[in-house]
C-alpha cells in the first residue's frame, strides 16, 4: 500500500526557510516520478516542484530560485527547500507520487503559513 506522509510545514516569517519532506512506505521509491503541490485557500491545487525516477527536477516559475526539490532514495524521502519565503507561499503543500502502471497518490499534506 502506497502512503506518503508530509512533514515540515509551519509558521515562518517572510524571508524565511522551511524544509518540508515527504517520507514513502514501500521499497519502490526509487522508481517513482516524484512531486510537491500547493493549494491556497480559494486556489486550486498547482505544482510547485517536480522530481522524476533519474533525478530530473523542474520547478514553477513562480518559485524558481528559491526552492529545491531533491531525493534520497536511501530513505525514501523527497524534500522541498524553500527559501526566502513570501506571503503568497502560504499554502498546504501536498506530496505526489506517480507510479508507473499505478496511478497517482497523495499524502494529506503540511500547511506552510508566512506571515509576520
Known amino acids: 500500500q502506497v502512503q506518503l506522509v508530509e512533514s515540515g510545514g509551519g509558521l515562518v516569517q517572510p524571508g524565511g526557510s522551511l524544509r518540508l519532506s515527504c517520507a514513502a512506505s514501500?521499497?519502490?521509491?526509487?522508481?517513482?516520478?516524484m512531486a510537491w503541490y500547493r493549494q491556497a485557500p480559494g486556489n486550486q491545487r498547482e505544482s510547485v516542484a517536480t522530481?522524476?525516477?533519474?533525478?530530473?527536477?523542474s520547478v514553477a516559475d513562480s518559485v524558481k530560485g528559491r526552492f529545491t526539490i531533491s531525493r534520497d532514495n536511501s530513505k525514501k524521502i523527497v524534500y522541498l527547500q524553500m527559501k526566502s519565503l513570501k506571503p503568497e507561499d502560504t499554502a498546504i503543500y501536498y506530496c505526489?507520487?506517480?507510479?508507473?502502471?499505478?496511478?497517482?497518490?497523495w499524502g494529506r499534506g503540511t500547511q506552510v503559513t508566512v506571515s509576520s
Open positions: 514501500t521499497s519502490t521509491f526509487f522508481t517513482w516520478d
Open positions: 522530481i522524476s525516477a533519474v533525478g530530473t527536477t
Open positions: 505526489n507520487a506517480n507510479i508507473y502502471k499505478q496511478g497517482t497518490y
